[in-house]
């Protein structure tokens, strides 16, 4: 079962040097701007934590991980100031997850879509089940993937974005994503998931804190520039929101 609370909720949990972060929405564990940036300080907190080696992100329930940002909020953006505000959320996060000095470590039990699929390009390890199928479908609502592109491409590279991006309306199989570097591994059933998640990240916080933060940042080298990158992304992904194409798309999602 997940969450019932309109703005989803984030719960985190300490075991030792493992830290536990789950979050959920009723809406398919969909992000709210409000969650979204709920989450990216909890992320910041345990960052500076000495006592946490290794963050494990995961997500309510068993059916959907996270279907992106929230379409019903998306509705409700008006102006550019709005536009802007709604699509730096994800730009936001993956800052955060990026300059966490501790290994973000991804637990997916479903599908994921659009900001979802950022998420989990934005973690340094993911763990997923048979079920975890991906797919960007913002060009199909007269947006595109501007913000999480640099996340995506980084792991699936500029071919594995494109043919995700430019197939917008097409899901992508777990083991797709585990060939194209998304996923490092994926398991048969749920069971099996949370049981080798269990140890994998167990086995992980045991290890030097230090040597663990030094290898997260050797991970992410080159990425700097990202701080800009994505904020500018998001203006411009904020004024793809407010042309008239996607208003009329947009206009004929909320008649259905």
């Known amino acids: 079962m997940g969450t019932s609370r309109k703005e989803g909720s984030l719960y985190t949990k300490i075991s030792g040097k493992l830290a536990i972060v789950e979050f959920g929405h009723p809406a398919s564990n969909s992000f709210t701007s409000e969650l979204l940036s709920r989450l990216a300080s909890e992320i910041q907190s345990l960052g500076e934590n000495r006592e946490v080696a290794v963050i494990l992100l995961q997500s309510e329930g068993d ?95 500029a071919s594995g974005l494109s043919e995700l991006a430019l197939s917008p309306k097409e899901w992508k199989s777990a083991y ?39 290898m997260k940042k050797a991970l992410w080298a080159g990425t700097d520039h990202w701080e800009e990158l994505l904020t500018s992304r998001a203006a411009l992904t904020g004024k793809l929101a407010l042309s008239e194409e996607t208003r009329r798309t947009l206009d004929d999602f909320k008649k259905k």
């Open 63 to 157: 059916r959907a991980f996270c279907a992106g940002a929230s379409f019903d909020e998306l509705l409700q953006v008006s102006n550019h100031e709005e536009s802007q505000a709604f699509f730096s959320g994800f730009a936001i996060l993956i800052n955060k997850m990026r300059l966490c000095p501790k290994p973000i470590i991804g637990k997916v039990q479903g599908k994921a879509v659009g900001g979802g699929v950022g998420l989990i390009a934005a973690c340094d390890y993911v763990l997923a089940a048979e079920a975890a199928a991906i797919r960007l479908s913002e060009l199909s609502i007269g947006i595109a993937p501007l913000v999480i592109a640099p996340a995506v491409a980084r792991k699936a590279g």
């Open 176 to 214: 797709w994503a585990l060939e194209k570097g998304l996923y490092s591994k994926v398991y048969e059933s749920r069971k099996d998931l949370d049981k080798e998640t269990e140890f994998y990240t167990q086995n992980l916080a045991s290890y030097s804190s230090e040597a663990l933060s030094l």
